[in-house]
């Protein structure tokens, strides 16, 4: 495969984005069917246009051979001292897995928005190893859980980013 390259995502990239999140969110265990539906309704082409307006650089893509193959998505929730980075989604093409496209995405995201937010943070399902050993890997600690009353709970992720964090992109 050639090498990814990590970028943030464009208004131009907004329908091949939510056929991708689509995709991959229809697939997702521990989910139910109503937490599907309204993640799928949030990433409709038009509603990535509406966030991207507002939320860039906050969406991260890794596009291969010209194809946006992997998105990451976070959110900086306002009011909350110190300032903290939500990652919120995370998906990468099941083509295009196991070839550190995921990591090379939250590195990504993680320089992009550069040492302002020194906090960053993610739920992921406790049935989810992929995304859990990921997580790990690129050193968050587990810190917690988050109940979903009616699915399966969330593992609460963290890492404290270090000084030496720049702004700047990455290679997959
Ligand atoms: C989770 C996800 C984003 C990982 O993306 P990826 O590009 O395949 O991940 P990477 O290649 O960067 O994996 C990094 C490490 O995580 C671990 N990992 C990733 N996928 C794994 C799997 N299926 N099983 C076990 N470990 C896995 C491995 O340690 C891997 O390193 P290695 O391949 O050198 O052993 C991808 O599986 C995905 O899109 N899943 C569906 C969407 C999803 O679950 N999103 C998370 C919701 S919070």
């Not at 995502?9 to 969110?25: M, P």
């Not at 051979?65 to 998505?73: L, M, P, Q, R």
């Not at 992921?124 to 699915?151: C, E, Q, T």
């Amino acid at each position: 495969m050639r090498k990814a390259i990590i970028r943030k995502l464009r208004q131009s990239d907004a329908e091949g984005a939510s056929e991708l999140f689509n995709g991959v969110i229809r697939e997702l265990k521990g989910y139910t069917a109503k937490e599907k539906k309204r993640e799928i309704n949030k990433h409709s082409a038009k509603a990535l246009k509406a966030q991207l307006k507002e939320r860039d650089p906050l969406f991260m893509a890794a596009e291969v051979d010209g194809k946006v193959v992997g998105i990451v998505e976070g959110y900086i929730p306002p009011n909350i001292r110190p300032r903290l980075l939500w990652i919120t989604w995370i998906v990468v093409d099941k083509r295009y897995r196991r070839r550190h496209v995921g990591s090379a995405l939250i590195s990504g995201l993680e320089m992009g928005v550069g040492i302002k937010w020194q906090m960053v943070q993610c739920g992921v399902r406790a049935s989810n190893s992929a995304s859990n050993s990921m997580f790990r890997g690129l050193g968050y600690k587990k810190v917690g859980v988050i109940k979903h009353p009616d699915s399966v709970n969330s593992y609460r992720w963290e890492k404290l980013l270090q000084p030496h964090h720049k702004r700047g992109r990455v290679n997959a």
